[in-house]
């Protein structure tokens, strides 16, 4: 297995551009998480998905933010309008049913907003 | 407000000794308790958990020890490898049901040959 799969795996862009992030989950786990790392934050949840269903969103600092699951193999975050503060690292990560608890975390994203 | 705190940023120990890495946490709801290893320009890899019925959990040179009534977490490494050398990160999921996991921000651990 491929493990999960980001993209893309640098991202440059300028204040008020709208950024995409992608996420491949490994085949057959059903829970899907999306997180953020900074020097200030450390690694935050920003939302959660079982089954391609938003389950917890709380994480997801405004409305700038969003995030889609239309299948089970694909994921998006989207920045809209991007701004330097959200200049981060941004993981996936996906997990097995309930009863297996290991979190398996992509190579992440780094974005750099100018 | 931090639940979660590694308070120590960083750890240099030799190869061949001990390494013990410390994580305190808040909210006695917590119920089940890992620890992820992360290098350079990679994601986290879990490396170990215990659930909160359970005082310790030992995975071959790793054991986590778990203090509840201190709430505190720690992470044995012994014998010490350079191969060990990064960041390790505690995490905790609270009870009820949520799948979140809450994470400490990193301690930075360097073994020396």
Not at chain 1, 16 to 24: A, I, Y
Not at chain 2, 13 to 34: A, H, P
Request: aromatic share 12%.
């Amino acid at each position: 297995d491929a493990g999960v799969i980001q993209s893309p795996r640098h991202e440059v862009t300028e204040m008020g551009q709208e950024v995409t992030l992608r996420c491949k989950p490994i085949s057959g786990h059903d829970y899907l998480f999306w997180y953020r790392q900074t020097m200030m934050r450390g690694l935050e949840l920003l939302i959660y998905f079982n089954n391609n269903v938003p389950i917890d969103d709380s994480g997801m600092p405004e409305d700038r933010f969003s995030a889609k699951m239309p299948n089970a193999s694909f994921s998006t975050l989207k920045i809209q309008p991007s701004e330097p503060r959200d200049s981060a690292v941004y993981f996936c990560a996906s997990r097995g049913p309930v009863g297996t608890d290991t979190q398996y975390f992509g190579p992440g994203t780094r974005l750099t907003v100018l | 407000d931090q639940q979660v705190k590694q308070n120590s940023p960083s750890l240099s120990v030799q190869e061949g000794r001990i390494s013990i890495l410390n994580c305190d946490y808040t909210n006695s709801m917590f119920d089940y308790f890992l620890w992820y290893k992360k290098y350079p320009a990679e994601g986290p890899t879990f490396l170990i958990s215990i659930s909160s019925i359970k005082d310790k959990n030992e995975d071959g040179r790793f054991t986590v020890f778990l203090n509840k009534s201190a709430k505190h977490l720690s992470l044995h490494i012994v014998p010490s490898q350079p191969g060990d050398s990064a960041v390790y990160f505690c995490a905790v999921r609270t009870q009820g049901g949520s799948e979140k996991l809450v994470f400490g921000k990193g301690m930075k651990l360097t073994v020396n040959p």
